[in-house]
């Protein structure tokens, strides 16, 4: 993972032309340069002078990009760099310097044999993780790098180790507290894809436990919505299209890891309004992106789908009005039904093959009918009835596309006594 700046000015560094027989490998790096700030680093008689000269921050700039190269890390591994960082940082206090160190071992963390070592180095690891308690952003958006990069290609065993050192340094806590109280983007993105990652690889069968132990408490929801509304709110247009859309995804899928527990409903029974945001934000952006702008997207039948799956588990529909999330997809719902109306007469979506795109409406339809009569089936009494209102005559059909048979006799039995009001409506 190549550093987004080499020199913390935006400048690009160039490296010194190897001479015959001083390069690394493949690579037209050189061998000499690379042991000049290795020897730097291990003379702690000089070591802070050498942090006070812009040309050493340079150099290391240098090497962080270099290591996105095997080569390079093979031949840093060989000179035992790693025992070389442990040694120098201790004496390191410049947040700048320190930032590049973790970067260049999160670099290095992409390679196989880089992690292998460093996981056998345990008080080195405990000391790069004790940086997520850091106050700056720089700081801890390469911890989080380093995290996601080692996780990526983490055996079981490997799993087993990084959840031990989680749960020592209280990993969630620190990096709940900076989802919930950042508001630097990058540092946001990167831990909301770290969140991600962690979930991913951790989450599973042999290690569930484990996981929900440490990660599964009642900040993660809160922290999980804080962070996602400032990203997808306060830095809006700072965020391209692709890299919204990535966070809008994780997001959701992230809400579907925390409740899919059987303790999950009495854990977040208090954090119900945060999975709301989530879900409506998620929804009105598709909402947008098929009603006004007229795109299709075929993620959005997975992200239906995750979303009627958190409303179940947490009973959403209880708590919240229909603006929520029931009109939203309720207006989709109306779009995909006039898609079907127009193809007949010329259809105003960019879509080439008309075989596809009926394809993705009827597979539109569906969840989005089981997410329309999942409000149905638990919604208040008023809201029940504002929202018949507003399907009216698309009633029938809703129900019809809907296979749950609990969703199904909830909704029948409270729609009953509003068939005259229906009928009275597709009369009109």
């Known amino acids: 993972m190549k550093p987004e700046e080499s020199n913390g000015k935006g400048e690009e560094v160039d490296n010194p032309a190897p001479v015959t027989g001083d390069v690394i490998g493949d690579t037209a790096y050189s ?117 996601s990069s080692s996780l990526f290609i983490a055996s079981e065993d490997d799993l087993l180790i990084w959840l031990t050192l989680f749960k020592s340094v209280d990993y969630s806590n620190a990096l709940y507290f900076m ?118 997207d075929t993620d959005v039948v997975d992200i239906i789908d995750s979303t009627n799956t958190v409303v179940h588990i947490l009973k959403l529909s209880e708590i919240c009005d229909p603006d929520k999330y029931c009109s939203p997809s309720y207006n989709m719902w109306k779009t995909l039904k006039s898609i079907t109306k127009s193809n007949k007469n010329g259809c105003s979506f960019e879509e080439d093959d008309i075989d596809d795109l009926e394809d993705f409406v009827i597979k539109m339809k569906c969840p989005l009918s089981t997410l329309i009569c999942n409000y149905l089936a638990k919604c208040s009494e008023n809201n029940l009835l504002k929202v018949l209102d507003e399907i009216g005559s698309d009633y029938e059909e809703i129900f019809s596309l809907v296979t749950d048979e609990e969703i199904r006799d909830n909704v029948s039995k409270r729609a009953a006594n509003y068939t005259t009001r229906l009928k009275d409506n597709v009369d009109s």
């Open 179 to 296: 989802l919930k109280n950042s508001s630097h983007k990058e540092l946001l993105v990167t831990a909301l894809e770290n969140f991600n990652t962690v979930t991913s690889y951790c989450n599973i069968e042999k290690f569930r436990l484990q996981f929900f132990t440490h990660f599964v408490t009642p900040e993660a929801m809160e922290s999980l919505s804080t962070a996602f509304t400032e990203v997808t709110t306060s830095h809006k247009d700072a965020c391209e299209k692709e890299e919204l859309e990535r966070i809008f995804d994780i997001t959701l899928q992230l809400t579907l890891n925390l409740v899919g527990f059987d303790k999950s409903p009495e854990i977040y029974e208090g954090s119900k309004q945060d999975a709301v945001k989530i879900i409506t934000n998620v929804l009105c952006y598709y909402e947008n992106k098929l009603v006004d702008q007229k795109e299709i």
């Open 31 to 147: 061998e000499r340069f690379v042991l000049k700030i290795l020897l730097k680093l291990a003379n702690k008689d000089t070591l802070k002078d050498e942090i006070q000269e812009k040309s050493f921050e340079d150099d290391l700039c240098t090497l962080w990009d270099m290591t996105a190269e095997r080569d390079v890390v093979l031949f840093l591994l060989k000179h035992d760099v790693l025992s070389l960082f442990n040694f120098a940082l201790p004496d390191i206090e410049s947040p700048r310097f320190i930032e590049i160190i973790i970067g260049i071992v999160g670099n290095m963390c992409c390679q196989k044999e880089a992690v292998a070592t460093l996981l056998k180095m345990d008080s080195f690891l405990t000391s790069l993780l004790e940086y997520m308690k850091s106050d700056d952003s720089l700081i801890l958006i390469q911890v989080l790098r380093l995290v």
